[in-house]
């Protein structure tokens, strides 16, 4: 059996998530809505307001070193504690994409120290990256980001959030945007 790598994130009237928070950071926000689905399927959800897709993919940004330093302390997702959520669907601009690969990569680790960042939030944070840029230009977001922490570990989350907000690779984001999730079985 193959393991999924296309994911949908739809909100609307139905899912496990409940939908704190929906927040613009840079650019335009995502309408509201009151619960988030995360599936694997193509069919649409009933009613939903916004469904954005994405795909995990190769890792570009990491050394050999730092995958293997990642994958010994960073959990799964699904975790029964990790009833917490947040997704971060970004958008970086036409300068980063117009850099080459190295260049990222340099700005990235070399300068922004990403990988250090959040091996600090590990393993209380899991997460998971999807690529929107191999899905097409139609796509509002290069990359949907989503995460999953225990409610204890929301102020470390808000501190990595910070963080990496505050390195020179967020100066190629023109659009980002926070929806924050609680996780219950109300709207499954």
Same mark, same amino acid.
């Given at each position: 059996?193959?393991?999924?790598?296309l994911f949908h994130f739809s909100a609307g009237p139905l899912g496990p998530w409940h939908i704190e928070q929906v927040r613009a950071v840079r650019g335009d926000a995502l309408p509201a809505a009151e619960r988030l689905s995360v599936h694997t399927n193509a069919t649409s959800l009933p009613g939903a307001s916004w469904?954005?897709?994405?795909?995990?993919?190769?890792?570009r940004?990491?050394?050999?070193?730092?995958?293997?330093?990642?994958?010994?302390?960073?959990?799964?997702?699904?975790?029964?504690?990790?009833?917490?959520a947040a997704l971060i669907p970004i958008r970086k601009s036409a300068a980063w994409w117009q850099l080459t690969q190295d260049e990222r990569r340099a700005i990235f680790e070399a300068q922004s120290r990403h990988t250090a960042i959040g091996l600090r939030y590990l393993p209380a944070i899991a997460r998971r990256l999807h690529h929107c840029r191999d899905l097409g230009d139609s796509e509002s977001f290069d990359f949907l980001t989503w995460? =999953?922490? @225990?409610?204890? #570990?929301?102020?470390?989350?808000?501190? $990595?959030?910070?963080?990496?907000?505050?390195?020179? =690779?967020? @100066?190629?984001? #023109?659009?980002?945007?926070?929806?924050? $999730?609680?996780?219950?079985?109300?709207?499954?």
């Open positions: 059996m193959q393991t999924p790598r469904t954005l897709r994405g795909i995990t993919s190769n890792e940004y990491v050394e050999r070193a730092e995958r293997v330093q990642l994958v010994s302390v960073q959990e799964g997702l699904g975790r029964p504690h990790a009833t917490c995460f =999953e922490f @225990a409610p204890s #570990e929301a102020p470390a989350f808000d501190e $990595l959030l910070a963080a990496l907000r505050e390195t020179p =690779e967020w @100066a190629f984001v #023109e659009r980002e945007v926070e929806v924050r $999730l609680v996780r219950d079985d109300v709207g499954v």
